[in-house]
């Protein structure tokens, strides 16, 4: 698949490396000479961010490619993205120019502000140009607001969202269009009670960020607006909420209606501010930073499955599916090729080595991915039954390194109504980096005793069981701490 990114600023830079990542082909246009390194920039930091909120292997990434013009960039593309400056009359040159060339391919305009059917006006084809306004950056934050004009193409419109879902984003159809669409609209409203609060004295820049970054800004990070204040109702929830707060929506809380007069005053006192905040960062270093505190905050929301986090799981879940499930009952006798795991920044340590719990870590996917593939999945859990591990053995043969894409396998050496003996292998390609082997004890859980197995797991087990008799033992298999290797 080929994207042609139109503009490759901030945000165009953004959205081509979120396409390359994915495994698009990327084309991109846009005449400013510095516009290459700027890019490599952002795509430096995208490869440094983006694969550390999967848990499955990144695709190979796709081809980049600068354009000499716009109709060589968008020749041949499935899509196109257009990051050109917020100038409205500067839009309709391009797309004028781009529909001379590919007429009918979906056009998302990045804009933060413009509605479609101004974006529209006098396009040879405007059913094909709609809104997929993203946030910065691009390659890690999942939210695009996408707009379609008063008239488009239903499904494109469709086409373009389950797109954008297989880059790992979060499409937000508006109902309709509507000036700086939803997201903006927030923003704009706190920016100018903020640009009030600094004009008047009443607080710096900092201490705006402070009274964001300490409170509110967490709490809206996971749960939003209405959300967190049904829960500021208590046990009598949204209404009673309203009904405490109506009343002050005529007090002077805010002056929405009213903006400062934007001068170089104004300007000054901002930007001075800001520096003294800020200015002992680069905006490359603030950029990192900010990139890290987003990948941390969002395996939080991944690992509880919650907001943007869930977004990430879907992800991973829906690519999880395209990969081929192991035969149930092998007709080889083969190890189990259960997972594929990727070496993520957060896995790595002062060495540059993956860090000794991961390799267990990835055996304990590889353990969870064969229970489920026989049957002793969440539902059994939940029925009251589970394997548990009564013993692991972990042989290290070799050091994995970021970015390494990892292969978890199983052999089962022994099984029967209670136990299973097993041999899981750590590759990286065909090279074994790990050995565990691991004695698994079938439990009643409320009971807390050993027992039999339900009928229908076994079925599954035992049959594997007896395929990978076959197979010769492996060295490794049956060591104690200590022993000489042969
Ligand atoms: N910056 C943000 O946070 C943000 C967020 C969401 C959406 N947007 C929207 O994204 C768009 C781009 O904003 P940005 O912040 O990336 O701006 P930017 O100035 O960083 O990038 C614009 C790029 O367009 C290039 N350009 C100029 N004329 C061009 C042409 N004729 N053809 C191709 N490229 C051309 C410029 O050289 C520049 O590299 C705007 O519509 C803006 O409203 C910005």
Redesign the pocket.
Known sequence: MKAAI???????GGWAARFLLNGWDVAV????PE?PR?LDAILQNARASLPALSDLPMPTEGRLRFADT?AEAVTGADYIQE????RLE?KH??YAEIQRATPDVPLG?????FKPSELQKGARHPSAIFVA????PVYLLPLVEIVPGPTHDKALITRVKNLLRDLGMFPLHLRREIDAHIADRFLEAVWREALWLVRDGIATTGEIDEAIRMGFGLRWAQMGLFETYRIAGGEAGMKHFMAQFGPCLTSPWTKLMDVPEFNDELVDLIASQSDVQSGHHTIADLERIRDGNLIGFLRVLKDRDWGAGKVLRDHDARRRTAIPAPALIPDAAAPLVLTQMQVLPGWIDHNGHMTESRYLFAASETSDALLRLIGADMDYVAGGHSYYTAESHITHLGAAKLGDHLTGTVQVLGADEKHMHIVITIARQDTPVAMVEQMLLHVDMTAGQTCPAAPAVLDRLLPIRDAHAALPRPAQAGRHVGQRKN
């Open positions: 139109i503009g490759g600023g901030v945000i165009g246009f846009d005449p400013d516009a700027k716009l990051s050109v400056p917020e500067m040159r391009v305009s990045s804009t933060s502000g306004h993203p946030f910065n």
